[in-house]
């Protein structure tokens, strides 16, 4: 099947090459040349592990392009999947001008029948407003069939979340284009993938409401987190405890700084407003969106305490800066918003990210160093925090960091070390919901 997936983000780019994987022909399109020409010299415009591979294997087998001609892609493809951003505008409501755009200019090259599939993250009633664009600049009466097609991978484990996905979901109007989408999906029928035929809307809701819902789950455990502390109990006991229960389930049962990245918060405040639109209150996605802008604060304290009530002058070590290890997706991280807290309450932080430093470091800040490895950042520094769970930082070497830092405190945001431990090693060692 002839494919082509405009917007080649962290989405497009891991759709296109994984359908093209399937054995379809896909082509890729951006509007930002830099990106195409990367990938056109075999160059990933993103980190995400395997990619890089999967591109290249791909593209040798002559099954997966990229360009910025969007019209000859589009020309030639039977499905075409709108895979661009969907930034949360000024209002709280997501922004959908990157989707309109792109359904004006299919419909501006639409030459015989195609599925156009919305892969964003769109509120409801967006395939309507995708078809109404279509049928208004279409330049002849072809027809079409608008589906909904929600993408649930995760950054840093984006390839196998597309390949092994739990489910999958399809938002069709018709009976050609659902037959067409589960053709498409076919080889995960072989592995007994479950697919959620239903309507175009439903599958709109669905995206958020799952995103709402393990948002949900972070805050919970967050609040929890914080009584554990009061109480004396540890919050990752009280999680197995619950988790265990199959009802619950053991995921985003992790506390921390809070949910960050470039879907969570903004999902969360689409649905809110796309409830206030529909006149219905989403109070618990209010409330959950409420403890999370909390946790910044709450982790910042912690911070500060650890510094001993005063962060001005000090030196804070930050280890981790994108939001979640395994990408370089800088975007809503809480590691960001607490380097940004420390140098504002007077710290000076010197950062490091096994994969984030090149990004990071395009917009210098007054009051940070960025660093080449956990031992020059925690050089010199009064304490140590962890805000990112990267791997590496699970087996540093810690009578080196003792002997570089200026004080042995370590702040575990992300709840990577054993409290026992790392009191026994020395440090004065604070973390999430465990006493
Ligand atoms: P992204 O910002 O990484 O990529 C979007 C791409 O679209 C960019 O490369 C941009 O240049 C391109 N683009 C914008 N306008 C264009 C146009 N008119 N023509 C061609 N290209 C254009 O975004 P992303 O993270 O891949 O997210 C895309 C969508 O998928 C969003 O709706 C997001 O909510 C959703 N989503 C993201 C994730 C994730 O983990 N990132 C997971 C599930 C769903």
């Given amino acids: ?38 990938l056109l010299r075999n160059e990933m415009p993103i980190y995400e592990p ?8 791909n593209v040798k087998a002559g099954r997966l392009a990229f360009t910025t001609d969007l019209r000859g892609a589009v020309e030639n493809a039977l499905v075409v999947f709108i895979a661009v951003g969907t930034p949360q505008g000024n209002d709280g409501r997501a922004d959908l001008s990157f989707v309109r755009e792109v359904a004006r200019e299919v419909a501006e090259n639409l030459n015989a029948y195609k599925v ?24 002849a009466p072809h027809a079409f069939s608008v589906a909904s097609n929600p993408e649930f991978l995760r950054e840093g484990s984006a390839i196998e979340d597309f390949l092994r996905p739990n489910r999958v979901v399809i938002g069709c109007e018709d ?65 197995r405890g619950m988790g265990l229960d199959q009802r619950i389930g053991r995921k985003f049962l992790h ?12 999902d969360t405040r689409a649905i809110l407003e796309l409830g206030r639109d529909h006149d219905v209150p989403l109070k618990i996605v209010a409330a959950v969106i409420e403890v999370n802008s909390g946790r910044i604060a709450t982790s910042l304290d912690k911070i500060v305490k650890a510094l001993g009530g005063s962060p001005k002058g000090k030196t804070v070590a930050l280890l981790g800066l994108t939001f979640k290890p395994n990408t ?15 140098v504002e309450a007077g710290a000076k932080v010197r950062a490091y990210d096994p994969i984030a430093m090149p990004i990071a470091s395009q917009s210098p800040r007054e009051g940070v160093r960025y660093c080449g490895d956990e031992y ?45 431990t790392m009191r026994a090693k020395g440090f004065a060692y604070s973390c999430v919901g465990r006493s």
Avoid at 50 to 57: K, M, T
Avoid at 215 to 231: G, P, R
Avoid at 378 to 401: I, M, P
């Fill in 255 to 266: 506390p921390g700084p809070g949910y960050g990245g470039s879907c969570f918060p903004k």
């Fill in 376 to 420: 020059e950042a925690a050089s010199g520094a009064d304490a140590l925090v962890v805000a990112t769970e990267w791997n590496q930082f699970r087996a540093l070497d810690a009578d080196r960091l003792r002997s570089v830092m200026k004080a042995p405190v370590i702040v575990d945001l992300r709840n990577v070390y054993e409290p026992e």
């Fill in 328 to 342: 370089d997706d800088l975007r809503e991280s809480p590691a960001m918003a607490i380097l940004d807290g420390m």
């Fill in 175 to 239: 009976e050609t284009a659902a037959a067409i989408m589960k053709d498409l999906y076919r080889p995960l029928y072989l592995i007994e993938t479950p697919v959620v035929i239903t309507n175009v809307v439903t599958a709109e809701v669905i995206k958020y409401a799952a995103n709402a819902f393990l948002a949900t789950k972070i805050s919970f455990i967050n609040e929890i987190a914080d009584l554990c502390e009061k109480v004396g109990a540890d919050v990752h006991d009280v999680a």
């Fill in 116 to 139: 156009v599939v919305t892969k964003s993250t769109v509120p409801a009633g967006t395939g309507t407003t995708v078809r109404a664009i279509i049928e208004k600049h279409r330049k």
């Fill in 50 to 57: 395997g990619l890089d591979a999967l591109v290249e294997r």
């Fill in 1 to 38: 099947m002839n494919i082509a997936v405009v917007g080649t983000g962290y989405v497009g780019l891991v759709t296109g090459s994984c359908f093209s994987e399937f054995g379809n022909h896909v082509v890729c399109v951006d509007n930002d040349a830099g990106k195409i020409e990367k």
